[in-house]
C-alpha cells in the first residue's frame, strides 16, 4: 500500500533538511498551498518546473442523470482546477529514465525532423 503524503509530513521532512521547527516549517508549507490556492483563484496559472502546471477551467451547464432513478438533472456551470504533469514527474512516476526520459522530453517540446519521436 502507497504511503499517504500529508502537509504534516511534508513540514517535518522540510523541519528536518532545513534545521528549522516544525512549527516554522507547517506555516512555510501552509504558506505554498496558499500562495497556489490564491493565485488560482485570481485566475492565474501556476507553473512548477519538474513537477507541473495547475490552471483554472470553467465547465459548461449540462444535463446530467440520476443514477438511482434515472431522472434528468441540470448540473450548473462551475469553475475547476485542472493539473497537467511536467514531463519529468510523468517519466519518474512511469519509471523512465535515463535516454528514454531524455527522449520523451525532447520529443514533447520540439518536433523536428533529426530527432526520431516515433515509436
Not at 3 to 12: E, F, P, W, Y
Not at 35 to 63: P, W
Amino acid at each position: 500500500m502507497a504511503t499517504v503524503v500529508t502537509r504534516d509530513v511534508l513540514a517535518k521532512q522540510l523541519a528536518d533538511r532545513a534545521e528549522i521547527t516544525v512549527t516554522a516549517a507547517r506555516d512555510e508549507v501552509r504558506w505554498f498551498f496558499d500562495t497556489i490556492a490564491q493565485s488560482l483563484e485570481k485566475g492565474d496559472e501556476v507553473r512548477i518546473h519538474g513537477f507541473g502546471n495547475f490552471k483554472t477551467a470553467q465547465r459548461a451547464a449540462r444535463l446530467g442523470r440520476n443514477p438511482r432513478t434515472g431522472e434528468a438533472v441540470k448540473v450548473p456551470a462551475r469553475r475547476v482546477v485542472r493539473f497537467s504533469a511536467s514531463t519529468s514527474l510523468s517519466s519518474a512516476v512511469k519509471g523512465v529514465t535515463g535516454f528514454s526520459a531524455l527522449r520523451a522530453t525532447v520529443c514533447r517540446a520540439t518536433a523536428t525532423a533529426w530527432w526520431p519521436c516515433a515509436a
